[in-house]
């Protein structure tokens, strides 16, 4: 069958291109942003990529279009296709009438955490010999690629809230029918598709209704968002986890560093086990937590779990090492939400004590050009030493008031070859330069390091 991908470069659509080329099929797709780490992935599998979307692509006559959520009505490709007989559909659907089917799916949802909890997670049972299949929207660095079939039962996905396509408005989740479900947290997000919190919650409630009975629900217990969407209905067994403990919680944690890189599980107030890994940051330390959980109700004991984690190498971009100039080291993290914002400076700073942090962000996201996380950016940034803010057109409020907030340490910059040269010229050694967006910031990380090693 020849499946053509319309907004292939995404991770999530990737993913899928990847799965159907692994089962056999062949895979065209186009795209209008391509960027590594995708791009490279899907050209590794001799995947064809088409720049834009120009109708034409059409031409190719494949047996089905599946279509990614970026694209809407109006566009000469959609009114194309919607003129032609060809078959189409979402990619969610796609996935769950063709591999989904049969597997026992473990879907990791929640506003924060999905991609590395749902990572460890695929990894934990990896390292048990029960090769999973995946699906995630990021690059574990345990595997090299977002998705893959696996030839166990078990299938990890990914399980987003955005919309599925521009004829679907139902969450992508909705179509996975998950035997187990982890929840990590709720939060407002998406505002370009949800007007409220409550919007969101009945979301989730409606993928509580296709978990089945037999089944069961990891769930971060000393989230009230999460609780009063539970209370809303449950017919499935709940499993608790809190890292500080909460009521409800049958997992939590005991610090051993300050910085999470070690902490001691326990289970219902009894020691379970160890974890020492290479990672930092007390968000991850509550995924690590998520995913051991959440794989003891899969039948893997937390010693294994515990065990694998001390291997686990992190996410692509997910306070990545980008690399190191002149004692200066460069990170890329995907934080766009003022949470993950706060969570990952605090990550670094329980890391690297009282070396100065320069944190770089790039407002990005839907939610964050429509200005609903302006009120609480400044304070996401107030860990920081230094703050520049990258000011994109189009955005719709002014970034000068955050950094108004944040006092002589805040910066706002319009061009990104401006930002490059006076990052350069301020950056001294023993910096630690914290770079935010989830999108390609326009290779400014690549650039700020070139820019670092070509200074005299």
Request: contains cysteine; charged residues 20%.
């Amino acid at each position: 069958m020849h499946i053509h991908i319309i907004g292939i470069c995404g991770t999530f659509m990737g993913g899928i291109a990847a799965l159907a080329r692994a089962d056999g099929h062949r895979v065209t797709g186009s795209d209008a942003k391509v960027y590594p780490p995708m791009s490279t992935q899907l050209a590794a599998l001799g995947i064809e990529l088409i720049d834009g979307y120009g109708p034409e692509q059409l031409d190719l006559k494949p047996d089905v279009v599946l279509v990614g959520n970026v694209m809407s009505r109006g566009n000469a490709l959609i009114e194309r296709l919607l003129d032609s007989p060809l078959a189409f559909t979402s990619g969610p659907q796609w996935l769950a009438e063709n591999l989904l089917r049969g597997r026992e799916v473990v879907a990791v949802a929640g506003t924060h955490g999905k991609t590395t909890t749902a990572s460890m997670l695929a990894w934990i049972l990896d390292r048990a010999g029960r090769d999973p299949g995946f699906l995630i929207g990021g690059i574990p660095g345990n595997f090299g690629v977002s998705a893959r079939a696996g030839s166990g039962s078990a299938f990890v996905i990914e399980a987003d809230e955005y919309d599925t396509a521009f004829f679907d408005k139902r969450a992508k989740f909705i179509h996975y029918r998950p035997r187990h479900l982890v929840l990590t947290n709720l939060e407002f997000d998406h505002a370009d598709i949800y007007p409220d919190l409550a919007s969101i919650q009945r979301q989730f409630h409606h993928l509580m209704r296709t978990v089945p009975g037999s089944g069961r629900v990891t769930w971060n217990a000393a989230d009230a968002s999460l609780a009063a969407m539970l209370a809303m209905g449950c017919w499935t067994p709940l499993c608790g986890f809190a890292r500080d403990g909460a009521a409800g919680a049958d997992w939590q944690v005991q610090l051993i560093e300050a910085d999470g890189s070690a902490f001691e599980l326990l289970r219902r107030g009894k020691a379970a086990g160890i974890v020492r890994w290479p990672l930092i940051g007390l968000h991850n330390v509550e995924n690590g937590l998520a995913a051991i959980a959440a794989a003891d109700g899969l039948g893997v004991a937390p010693a294994g779990a515990a065990a694998a984690l001390a291997e686990f190498r992190g996410v692509r971009r997910r306070l990545e090492l980008r690399g190191e100039a002149r004692g200066i080291r460069v990170y890329d993290d995907f934080a766009h939400h003022p949470t993950a914002v706060a969570s990952t400076i605090d990550a670094m700073r329980r890391h690297v004590g009282k070396r100065r942090i320069v944190a770089v962000l790039e407002p990005r996201s839907n939610t964050m050009r429509l200005g609903h996380h302006r009120e609480g950016l400044a304070a996401s940034l107030a860990g920081a030493d230094r703050v520049w803010m990258y000011q994109p057109a189009g955005l719709d409020w002014n970034l000068g008031e955050i950094a108004a907030k944040l006092g002589g340490k805040g910066a706002v910059v319009r061009d990104i070859a401006e930002l490059v040269a006076t990052l350069a010229a301020e950056l001294k050694s023993g910096d630690e330069v914290l770079i935010m967006s989830n999108g390609g910031f326009g290779g400014l990380h690549d650039r700020l390091l070139q820019a670092l090693r070509a200074a005299p």
